[in-house]
């Protein structure tokens, strides 16, 4: 930047400030801030931000959803959201989990939203509530019910007179549970703002005119309501007035186009912390570096005043909810892990994700300068190619964003009278204007190692019972039969994943050659059987959704044969117009023609013996011929039956099922979500291998563990397993940023160990220049620079403690052991 250019920047700057003096618009006036002495409660909006109570305010906001936790995990997971600069907690509201049956409501355990809400206001949080009531989400049919898949003359999510009337009769429900327990922030409650639909914009031009009149009704079904606050739609930039349009999606920051509106604010609704993971491909995580970078890019470049991490806190797809092949874990690699910890690492290898505790210095330097960002004039500058500046400026309050876009070099930008080195890919925010706060790419935070401890292994034969699903030739319970092939949902109505396809083929020996069953099928996996013999499998994949084929050599008796077809389906987003299930069937000997069986008599039995029988429940246990572990064990359609102990202390549980291949569990009769481990990634691992058990879901003594095996596994490899932090790391740099969190004025390494851990070994230590990552257990790290008193000072400093903190300053290691060099600090530490 030339020295021209660099005046031409603090020119512009004093020049906002003067304009803002000659305007005389002070920013401590009670007309600009808001008349505090009154006793208001109102919610509204203006070009800048949300108001609150008159005064604008700078939000940040995370997504938790209820049914993916338990009551018991919600306190402790809004008070470490809370602990991490979070203002608020977002939710949606799942109209299948509240409504499974037409008419008949559901608001019990994980499903309690009012409970839900008044802990997160009881911790002194809001709620931005987001009705849908389709919501997406990875969530079963988006979270609209089956039934409305019955509905008379329905088509969804348009201008269509049947799903208008239920789609306003859940809202209105809502609405008036929300107000009968004043829960809106007008009432005295935390709902701040509230969403109608989701993302519509994705699908509109589908209804034709029957979409953007479809949006133009929902918006003013929603004012209509009179909540006493704001009502948003994301990814909707026709949002007609007074619905405010937001912004979905991983760099917000580049790609929203702006409020469709000068006087509505700049609302981030869902920046993704990762991509969430699906059966058969390798989990993808966001660094913190990236995230933080996102969102200072997001403020700085539009004006934002309200983001939201989506997720902060994923939680598990319990039960049959997940959708189409999305794993039982969502979004693992939030802030807050799947079992609500503070996320330091993922368990993907030596992958450390300090993304908590660098999210949280951030909204500490963001809000540390929300009255210039809220009510200041903005001015943005040019350094270079890759490097622009953002001014925020009020009469007494400054500050800057200084943006290095190179993801390769270190930038050198003066501006006013200081110089400041941009880190590659990185903001610098400077308070005033003038001093630097934090920067999005350098992480001074604790990263960690979660590890999965084995406490029990579940390897005693003579403790495993298994029960074999009979595979029918008639089906037990004959409630649909004809020639033809029905459609799965309609058949199964959504009570399990399974459907039966019962036909008989007589076979008259006539010439040689192999015979082969084709089968096409709409579905995620297909099992066959012939005369009860397993003949193969076929599934399909998140990105190939059309029909999968079945093709296997088939060998058939004269006479009589049996024909049994499993069709296995879970639930995608869209459903009232799709047909799932078994196509077409044929048989054909090579060189003739084929025997098409589409529309030959065909019976139906839906679900499994073991789901109708209930046989993973302790009651419904009794109920089944339960044989002692054989050979048999590593077929498919094998439920497997045995008991743990509850592992001592409070750590979380889960259950390591790598040696299985796919299919669901229960630990006493509560089903922790569907399995599918056999399904490698393009890496060769399972897309996930851990399963949650939540603590509420134990008991004292023995714990009944019910599987449900449909491809064939090992149930002798199961292990038992407490996840915890094992190794914590850090590496600061002697010209690092100072914590604005921290007590200390200098950069300092500070090292925490989970809670009931203190640190009782230190792997490694060095003041001077170590490698640069020093992570991996063994590795040589040290540098050519480095102080011999290193290890004695930082273990004299942490040993038996659960936290301590070094400062990174030559005096503390007897002195620079290398003038003219510039030294950190790096600490791998063992908590135990």
Known sequence: ?????????????????????????????????????????????????????????????????????????????????????????????????????????????????????????????????????????????????????????????????????????????????????????????????SQIENEYKLVEAAFHSKGPSYVHWAAAMAINLQTGVPWMMCKQDDAPDPIINTCNGLICGETFLGPNSPNKPALWTENWTSRYPVYGQDQRYRSAADLAFAVALFIARKKGSFVNYYMYHGGTNFGRFASSYVTTSYYDGAPLDEYGKINMATDMGLIWQPTWAHLRELHAAVKQSAEPLLWGTYSNHSFGQQQEGHVFATESECVAFLINFDKHKISTIKFGEEVFQLAPKSISILSQCRELVFETGKINVQHGLRTAQVVQSLNHVDRWKIFKEPIPTVPSKISHGGNQLYEHLSTTKDETDYLWYLTT???????????????????????????????????????????????EPISLREGRNFISLLCVMDSGAYMERRVFG?????????????????????????????????????????????????????????????????????????????????????????????????????????SQSLYHIPQYFLKTGDNLL??????????????????????????????????????????????????????????????????????????????SCHAEMSEFIVKNACLGRRKCVVPVRAAKFGGDPCPGIAKSLSVVAICG
């Not at 409305?148 to 306003?168: A, S």
């Not at 006539?510 to 069953?517: A, I, K, P, R, S």
């Not at 095996?709 to 038992?720: K, R, S």
Request: with cysteine.
């Open 505 to 551: 083929y007589n076979y008259r020996r006539n010439g040689n050659g192999q015979l082969v069953l084709h089968v096409e099928a709409h579905a995620h996996i297909l099992h066959a059987f012939i005369n009860n013999d397993y003949v193969g499998l076929v599934h399909g994949s998140h990105d190939q959704r059309g029909n999968i084929v079945l093709k």
């Open 1 to 193: 930047m030339t020295g021209g250019a660099t005046v031409a920047v603090v020119m512009m700057v004093l020049a906002a400030l003067a304009a803002l003096a000659s305007a005389g618009r002070a920013w401590g006036t009670e007309e600009a801030r808001g008349n505090k002495t009154a006793a208001r409660r109102e919610v509204t909006y203006d070009g800048r931000a949300l108001i609150l109570d008159g005064s604008r305010r700078m939000l940040f906001s995370g997504d938790m959803h209820y049914p993916r936790s338990t009551p018991e995990m919600w306190p402790g997971l809004i008070a470490k959201a809370k602990k991490g600069g979070l203002d608020v907690i977002q939710t949606y509201v799942f109209w299948n989990a509240h409504e499974p049956v037409q008419g008949q409501y559901n608001f019990d355990g994980r499903y309690d939203l009012v409970k839900f809400i008044r802990e997160i206001h009881a911790q002194g949080l809001y709620v931005s509530l987001r009705v849908g009531p389709f919501v997406e989400s990875e969530w079963k049919y988006g979270g609209l019910p089956f039934w409305l898949r019955g509905i008379p003359n329905i088509t969804f999510r348009c201008d269509n007179e049947p799903f208008k009337r239920h789609m306003q009769n859940f809202v209105t429900k809502i609405v008036n549970l929300m107000r009968d327990e004043h829960l809106f922030y007008p009432q005295g409650g935390p709902i701040i703002i």
């Open 706 to 783: 019910v599987l449900m095996e449909e491809i064939g596994g090992d149930p002798l490899q199961i292990t038992v397993n407490t996840m915890s932090i094992a190794r914590v790391y850090g590496n600061v740099s002697e010209f690092s940023t100072p914590s604005l969190l921290s007590r200390e004025n200098h950069p300092s390494v500070h090292l925490r160990c989970q809670k009931g851990k203190r640190i009782t070994d230190i792997e490694f230590a060095s003041y001077g220049n170590p490698v640069e990552d020093c992570r991996e257990s063994g590795q040589s790290c040290h540098g």
């Open 582 to 686: 078994v196509r077409k069937v044929s048989i054909k000997r090579r060189q003739q023609r084929p025997h098409f069986m589409d529309n030959e008599m065909w019976k139906h039995q839906v679900g499994l013996s073991g789901e109708i029988n209930k046989i993973y429940t302790p009651e419904g246990s009794t109920r089944a011929e339960w044989t002692a572990l054989d050979r048999s064990m590593h077929l498919p359609l094998i439920w497997y039956k045995t008991t743990f102990d509850t592992p001592w202390g409070n750590d979380p549980v889960t259950l390591n099922l790598s040696s299985m291949g796919k299919g669901e569990v229960w630990i006493n009769g509560e089903s922790i979500g569907r399995y599918w481990v056999s399904f490698k990634t393009p890496s060769g691992q399972p």
